[in-house]
Structures are given as structure tokens and as C-alpha cells.
């Protein structure tokens, strides 16, 4: 393998696994307030069909990313209205959150089926291209890969390092008790559950107007559901949380890599690897009953109500 090669993995495994990141990390905090939403899926694609119709309006890709996050966050909000407010199975709600997310998004991007996006380039590239070394390199991702570096960086200081992220992660862990000393349970799963949904439509967003600059109905094909196994996988760490988003962004991009070098296997089992790879991944994490209770949320899961 040569060195250009290697280089252009590495570039590809980062564009690949930046909706994961941006996924999963979102899902980390809303989990972490002890609220378990499984509709990413649902959520990525609303995020991903309102950015492309926004991008496409406005010929801006922030406008696009921006429009995602609110359509991410607004579903969110309807789920949180749904399992926080009215104690409904968490689960049941998010699965019905899923599948209305999808059927959504194929009704708004009906006319748009098959339609390309074409937008100026970055201007941020210009910049960075100035850095010695590694300027040409990092030129070749959009700052929305670098966004999620930061958002990463935040969510990891947030959760250790401030009292919030404290009090964060003590709702999670038992709401009756934080309830009981003066903290507003509700409103903390609520904005944590809204944070993550938000993140689910910028990872949308970024499918549709960076990764792949158009709209195909299902086009997240089925990356919200690795997302949120990637919580599991990373045990509820920020930091693992995102090597597993790099780690199945590798093994996409080299099932790409291996058809195009023409390794005589059925194309259909090549992009099957990665789901392949979170199943073999998810079943040897949860072996382990002792890891999984030892960084879950305690009340992940589990409705709360503050009675008077």
C-alpha cells in the first residue's frame, strides 16, 4: 500500500465517520440524562431532507446544517413531549419516532428524489491550506469534520469537568435523588434529549449536502442504528464513542476501497461489513454484564415523575 493510499483512507475514514460522531455523541448526552431515544434514524433523516431543501434553496451548506438541527431538535421535542411528559415507553416511542421520521422525510423530499447539490467551495479552506505540513491534507475536509473534533472536545469537558455535566449525569443515574435535593429532572432530560436530537439533524445534514451532496430517500441507510450501537460500544465514553465512529467509518470506507481494487467478493456482502462489524462488536461488548453496568446510566431508560 502506498502512502498517497494510506493518506486517502484515513481522509475517507474521517468523512465517513463524522454523522456517526455527530450522532452518537448526542446520543451519549441524552443517555446520560437517563433517556434512551431510538429514533436517530428517523431523526438523521428529517435532518438530512430539510438541510438538502434549505441548501438547495439557498445555495449555503450552514444554512442547510442549520435547518437540519432544527428539524432534528423539533423531533426530539415531540419525542420528549411523548416519553418524558406523558410517561410513555421510552422504546416504543422512539421506534414510532424512527419510522415517522422516515416516512417523513420521503414526503418532503419526494421531489427532490435524485437531485444533485452543487455549492461554491468552503471558504475556510483557503485558511487552512496557509498551515505548513498538513494544510493541503486537511484542506480535503469540510470544517464540519473539524466541528465535530470540537463538539467532541465539549461534550467530554461538559460531562467531567462542570457541575452541570455533574448533575447531568446524577439524573441519569438516579432522578428521585436529584429530584429530592432541588434539580429540575424534567427540564434537564428535556434539554439533553433536544441537544441530541439536534446533533442527529446535523449529522443528517451533513450526509445530504457534504458526504454525499443529494437526495436519495433512506439515504442514512441505517446509520442511526449504528450510532446509537456506538454508545454501547464506547461504554458511554466520549472518547471511545468517537474512535468507534472512526472505526466503522474505516471499515466503510475499506469495503469501498476493496471493491474498487477489485477483490472478488459479492459487492452485497462488501457493504454489508459494516453492519456486520457492529454486531460482532456489540455482541463481545455485552459479554461483559459487569463493563456495561459499570458506565450505564442507572435510570437509562426508566420514566420519571416529579410528584408534588
Same mark, same amino acid.
Given at each position: 500500500?502506498?502512502? =498517497?493510499?494510506?493518506? !486517502? &483512507? ?14 452518537? %455523541? ?6 446520560? !440524562?437517563?433517556?434512551?431515544? %431510538? ?16 441548501? =438547495?434553496?439557498?445555495? !449555503?451548506?450552514? &444554512? ?10 423539533? +423531533? ?20 414510532? @419516532? ?17 437531485? =444533485?447539490?452543487?455549492?461554491?467551495? !468552503? ?27 470540537? +463538539? /467532541? ?13 455533574? *448533575? ?26 433536544? /441537544? #441530541? ?6 449529522? #443528517? ?8 451532496? %443529494? ?17 454501547? /460500544?464506547? $461504554? ?5 464513542? @468517537? ?6 467509518? #474505516? ?27 457492529? *454486531? ?9 454484564? $459487569? ?18
Amino acid at each position: 500500500m502506498t502512502g =498517497s493510499m494510506l493518506i !486517502s &483512507i484515513v481522509m475517507a475514514t474521517l468523512v465517513a465517520g463524522t454523522p456517526l460522531a455527530y450522532a452518537a %455523541l448526542g446520543e451519549l448526552v441524552a443517555e446520560e !440524562s437517563g433517556v434512551l431515544n %431510538l429514533g436517530i434514524e428517523g431523526m438523521m433523516l428529517a435532518g438530512a431532507v430539510t438541510g438538502f431543501i434549505a441548501a =438547495s434553496a439557498t445555495n !449555503s451548506v450552514w &444554512i442547510g446544517v442549520a435547518a437540519g438541527m432544527m428539524a432534528g431538535a423539533a +423531533l426530539a421535542a415531540v419525542f420528549a413531549v411523548v416519553a418524558i411528559t406523558l410517561l410513555a415507553s421510552q422504546v416504543a416511542a422512539g421506534l414510532a @419516532l424512527a419510522i415517522f421520521g422516515t416516512g417523513l422525510s420521503s414526503l418532503l423530499g419526494k421531489g427532490y428524489t435524485g437531485t =444533485s447539490l452543487v455549492l461554491e467551495p !468552503s471558504s475556510v479552506a483557503a485558511v487552512v491550506n496557509q498551515i505548513p505540513i498538513v494544510g493541503p491534507l486537511l484542506t480535503q475536509l469540510h470544517p464540519l469534520v473539524y466541528l465535530s473534533w470540537l +463538539l /467532541f472536545a465539549g461534550v467530554n469537558y461538559f460531562l467531567y469537568k462542570t457541575k452541570a455535566g455533574l *448533575i447531568l449525569r446524577a439524573v441519569g443515574e438516579s432522578p428521585a435523588s436529584a429530584h429530592a435535593i432541588g434539580y429540575p429532572v424534567i427540564r434537564i432530560r428535556y434539554l439533553a434529549t433536544i /441537544f #441530541g436530537g439536534a446533533m442527529s439533524g446535523v449529522a #443528517g445534514a451533513y450526509l445530504a449536502t457534504v458526504y454525499t451532496p %443529494l437526495w436519495t430517500e433512506g439515504m442514512t441507510a441505517g446509520r442511526g442504528w449504528i450510532a446509537l450501537a456506538l454508545v454501547v /460500544f464506547g $461504554t458511554w465514553r466520549p472518547a471511545r464513542v @468517537l474512535f468507534g465512529a472512526y472505526l466503522f467509518g #474505516g471499515v466503510t470506507t475499506a469495503q469501498l476501497f476493496a471493491q474498487g481494487a477489485g477483490i472478488p467478493l459479492p459487492p452485497e456482502l462488501m457493504s454489508s461489513l459494516p453492519y456486520i462489524a457492529t *454486531i460482532v462488536v456489540l455482541v463481545l461488548i455485552t459479554r461483559s454484564r $459487569t463493563l456495561v453496568r459499570m458506565n450505564a446510566p442507572a435510570a437509562l431508560g426508566q420514566s420519571f415523575h416529579a410528584y408534588a
